[in-house]
């Protein structure tokens, strides 16, 4: 049997990158048999940067909104939100205690997200990927489902993995391989073709909201750079044309097509005719779920309702698992 665990940052402003390279593959895993999916709101993850607490509430709820609308069952997978089940925390420590200070040092999106302002940034965002590594083993799942963007913090997870199973002596925590699959792995913003697609982004028309109306998506869609020559015929022709290639990309994962596919029918032709069909296409496939996500978040009791049960349903899990490392660790469990 495989268990499945991803998580999104309630940080506000999901995005068709977040859909895209995350949340539609949470929901094809779920079909698949003999599978165990927990999928979280990863709230810990979100206060290693400021985060109001009214906002960090509503962007929770957005977030559970978002894999219920996207069609995560709630009643075959487990929603709730990280803060909820206390081993996240507790695992987490253990993996300060184990990763090396060398190890964090080369995480690239620690790099990008303290920037200048290194010395400014929060102990926890430094500390981000242990915690990350403690989400997963907390329930030893075998698989993670992310975008190409979380592929070094899921290395560092399987060398925390393994150092805890050396120090210790055991064979306890498995070796979780990443799942990074389907059209668009890696989503990129609609202004900068070099920059990917990101909820902290400050420009509204960087990116597709999941909760953007039709009107939304064909001014952003429409406002989306390119460059001057038209759509090529052949993959070949994207090289060194980033925003074509983002935008091609798109098509064919919204469409369920291949990129080649997608070139033999539009190659040739200029953005405007190409932006007109995609516009049509995002509306189709993602309007249906952001109604829902908007009919969802209006309804919090129900949202907090699964949000409680699969708390109660994770915690099951994995207060077996945190009771078996403070044995190995040798924490007295009076
Ligand atoms: N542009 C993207 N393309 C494909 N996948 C993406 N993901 C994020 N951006 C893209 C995937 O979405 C999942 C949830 O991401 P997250 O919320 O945990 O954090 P993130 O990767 O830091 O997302 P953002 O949107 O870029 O947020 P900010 O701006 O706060 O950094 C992950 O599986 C991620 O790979």
Known sequence: M???FSGVQP?????LGNYLGAI???VELQAEENSECIYCVVDLHAITVWQDPAALRANTREV???YLAAGIDPKRSIIFNQSAVSAHAELAWVFNCVARLGWLNRMTQFKEKAGKHRENASVGLYAYPNLMAADILAYKATHVPVGEDQKQHLELTRDIAQKFNNDFGVDFFPMTEPLIFGAATRVMSLRDGSKKMSKSDPSDYS???LTDGPDEIARKVRKAKTDPHPLPETTEGLEGRPEAR???GIFAALSGRDVADVLGEFGGQQFSAFKAALVDLAVEKLGPMGAEMKRLMADSAYVDDVLRDGAKRAAAIATP???EVKDIVGFLRP
């Open 2 to 4: 495989s268990r499945i």
């Open 11 to 15: 940080t506000g402003n999901l995005h």
């Open 24 to 26: 539609r593959n949470f």
């Open 64 to 66: 559970a909104a978002a």
């Open 207 to 209: 990116r597709i909201n």
């Open 246 to 248: 983002n935008l091609v």
């Open 321 to 323: 698992i945190m009771d």
